[in-house]
């Protein structure tokens, strides 16, 4: 008898049990975000990380997450040079568009900044990063931005 009660009280559980309807809210906002900032702990005492790099790279190319449904149409994301935070010289030792487009029916896309090589000075410089977003699209506000640090080699020792 205990056996069947048993069973019962189980097929009774999963019966009622599975008819609960559960209404979780779903998140219908948009926002971007750097790759480097989800995945890299900040700088101490700021609250962005920052990417190290050579004068001598090139290009650098930093990840930009859509975080929301894919768009059936590009987007259009600005981004702006924070002066506090950054030492670097427009023109001297780096380049940037100020904007870049995350493609239709995707979720990510590059902002590629041009690292000019300045030569063998020594020390290095600071960039800081911040997206700005669209009129549709915000930057989220705890992975919004990101420090390049480009480092320059000492110039060689005369003997």
Do not use: H
């Amino acid at each position: 008898m205990k056996k069947i009660l048993s069973i019962f009280s189980l097929v009774m559980v999963f019966a009622f049990g599975s008819c609960i309807e559960q209404n979780y809210p779903i998140w219908e906002g948009a926002e971007v975000e750097f790759q480097t900032a989800v995945v890299t702990a900040p700088v101490a005492g700021q609250t962005y990380p920052r990417v190290t790099v050579a004068n001598t790279v090139g290009t650098r190319d930093l990840q930009v997450n859509l975080v929301a449904r894919q768009r059936t149409s590009d987007e259009t994301i600005t981004y702006r040079v924070v002066s506090e935070g950054t030492t670097a010289v427009a023109g001297t030792d780096y380049n940037v568009s100020g904007s870049l487009v995350i493609p239709a029916n995707t979720s990510i896309a590059n902002l590629t900044i041009d690292i000019i090589n300045t030569g063998a000075i020594g020390g290095s410089v600071d960039l800081l990063l911040e997206l700005e977003g669209n009129s549709e699209i915000s930057p989220s506000e705890n992975y919004k931005r990101v420090q390049v640090r480009i480092t320059r080699p000492a110039p060689p020792v005369e003997d």
